[in-house]
């Protein structure tokens, strides 16, 4: 077993260089070409994020954050956003780096689209430092894909070149506009209209917590047509340009929110009033497009969370090697040493993991034209969405405070990033949906396709590859056992539950989850194990602190391995 044959490049505070596991995986997961390319491009990226774009982001969340601007001096209503000049001097340097457009379009240097691993990975160390310009990076990516996939070619002709723009046309940034104030998660409640007149829609009615609002070009707002059947299946997609609406005075926005966090980002409560809109796709099929995208966001959602867990565990290392206490530097102590092995080891995994997922992504989501998804790939697609999505967000508030807790009482001043990230992560469990509103999507896919035993299927596939695979240390072969006995035991219990009424079900569907995703999260670790001698001291800190964190062990891995992977 080797080492990593890319050679690490000093921290000159640049967020990609120094995150070895990320260089990693892109160098196996792109082509060469794309990877030389995208090497560069994310090293000039990452070296921002670390310097102007975390300076920008810091002013925001203080003094810069954006604001209503009700009236114009003459007393007209004019419902703009106020956006501070740094913040949008960080929305140029982001999108032009393709993280929306070349998903769509071709990389003018290498004659081909880019895929959702490269936008990802630009996701991923922008949340190290804004996620509250990383939603919007979503919306766009969203409406992008809604346009791409289901607007008539005049529709995709006019506006498709904005929202995917690099800088060579002018930037439409997009919102998803989905949540009212009656229905909230039961989108099904939804009572926003729309009339047809003549050839575009009139829409009308609240939506009441929109992200985005103010600086977008145009938003995708589901609606109700006339006649509609009640629920979701009576909604519709349409397509609402922002600034034409605005200045003819069919929008509003009512307020701004005061959120806890990701305040870069303006949400607001917003009133159309027979707002122009363009149906995009058949009428009364909205929802599943907009579901479709949802799970797009749920991917956003997880890469923002490991962005905030990466820069949190950044933190606090840093922290600890340079503070003393008692006389000794802080990681000396065994207790600071087993917290950082176990953050370091839980986001690497995590951070392999999700990236699977994204390459699994690029073939569901049809950018891998080689490779038509199969009905097996799609179900555990969302089901991978949905576990990864919950538990990375439940992650990065639990790193964000590990952070604040290695930095005592200066954890808890602003002067410091730590209060922020606690902050803007928060909102990463509540957006795309709640642990609960996951846990119930997992009992769908239970029900609808017996997804537990097209998971147990592959996960002891992917084991037994590994374990004839020759390259298999002898330590991770016990592993393989454990993994084995846990996925009968998740069968099994599955099977009890669904003896239950649904209601007791959707009791134990966030548990089900959890063992879910720590199933797959360790196949995972055993896999990218045979690759590297870090890889291989990662898996053993993850897999001892998730299957035997009870047990007393006279040499704790997480102490171990400390200095190699700390």
């Not at 780096?97 to 998903?103: K, M």
């Not at 240097?109 to 880019?114: A, D, I, M, Q, R």
């Not at 509250?132 to 995709?156: F, M, Q, R």
């Not at 769908?444 to 147990?456: H, N, S, T």
Request: aromatic fraction near 10%.
């Amino acid at each position: 077993m080797k080492m990593l044959d890319i050679k690490e490049k000093k921290n000159t505070g640049n967020f990609y260089i120094e995150d070895l596991n990320l260089r990693r995986l892109l160098k196996e997961t792109l082509s060469g070409d794309f990877f030389e390319w995208a090497d560069k491009e994310l090293e000039n990226y990452g070296e921002l994020c670390a310097g102007p774009i975390d300076e920008r982001a810091a002013h925001t969340d203080k003094e810069g954050e954006p604001k209503l601007i009700r009236y114009d001096k003459m007393g007209n209503e004019v419902s703009k956003v106020w956006l501070n000049e740094g913040y949008k001097q960080s929305v140029k340097d982001t999108y032009n780096t393709g993280v929306v457009g070349y998903v769509h379009k071709e990389i003018p240097s290498l004659g081909h689209k880019g895929n959702y691993v490269y936008s990802y990975a630009l996701k991923y160390l922008l949340s190290h430092t804004e996620p509250g310009l990383a939603c919007p990076v979503t919306l766009t990516k969203a409406t992008a894909y809604l346009i791409d996939h289901y607007a008539s070619e005049e529709l995709k002709e006019k506006f498709l070149p904005h929202v995917i723009s690099t800088g060579d046309v002018k930037l439409y940034e997009g919102a998803t506009f989905l949540t009212e104030r009656q229905g909230g998660s039961d989108v099904g409640a939804n009572e926003v209209f729309a009339v047809k007149t003549g050839e575009v829609y009139r829409i009308t009615g609240e939506k009441y917590f929109a992200s985005n609002a103010g600086a977008c070009g145009v938003a995708m707002v589901l609606a109700r047509v006339k006649g509609a059947p009640e629920g979701t299946k009576g909604l519709s997609l349409f397509l609402v340009p922002w600034e034409e609406n605005r200045e003819a005075g069919n929008l509003r926005i009512r307020r701004l929110k005061d959120k806890l966090g990701v305040r870069a980002v303006p949400s607001a409560e917003v009133e159309f009033e027979g707002a122009v809109g363009y149906l995009v796709g058949e009428e009364n099929q909205g929802f599943y497009y907009m579901i479709e995208a949802l799970n797009l966001s749920r991917v956003s959602n997880a890469v923002a969370s490991l962005g905030i867990m990466r820069r949190a565990y950044l933190e606090a290392r840093n922290y600890a090697m340079g503070r003393e206490a008692f006389g000794k530097k802080l990681t000396e102590y065994p207790m600071i040493q087993a917290t950082l092995s176990k953050m370091v080891a839980k986001q690497e995994v995590e951070l392999n993991a999700l990236f699977r997922v994204i390459e699994l992504m690029d073939k569901v989501m049809g950018l891998d034209t080689k490779h038509t998804a199969t009905e097996k790939e799609k179900a555990l697609f969302r089901l991978y969405v949905a576990v990864m999505k919950k538990e990375t967000a439940e992650q990065a508030v639990h790193f964000a405070h590990e952070a604040i807790e290695m930095h005592g009482g200066n954890g808890y001043i602003e002067d410091f990033v730590t209060p922020r990230l606690l902050r803007d992560a928060q909102v990463l469990t509540v957006w795309e949906g709640t642990a609960n509103i996951l846990g119930l999507e997992v009992l769908r896919l239970i029900g609808k396709y017996e997804v537990e035993k097209v998971f147990a299927e592959e996960m002891r596939d992917r084991l037994e590859s590994v374990r004839n695979s020759g390259k298999l240390d002898h330590e991770l072969f016990r592993w393989i056992d454990v993994l084995e006995d846990e996925i009968d035991g998740l069968l099994n219990h599955v099977t009890e539950i669904k003896k239950l009424s649904y209601d007791l079900q959707t009791y134990y569907s966030k548990d089900i989850a959890k063992w879910f995703v720590e199933i797959f999260e360790s196949v995972v670790a055993v896999e990218e194990a045979v690759k590297d001698e870090r890889q291989l001291r990662i898996a053993e800190v993850y897999l001892e602190d998730v299957w035997e964190r009870k047990s007393v062990h006279a040499n704790p891995v997480k102490l171990v391995w400390f200095e190699d992977i700390v």
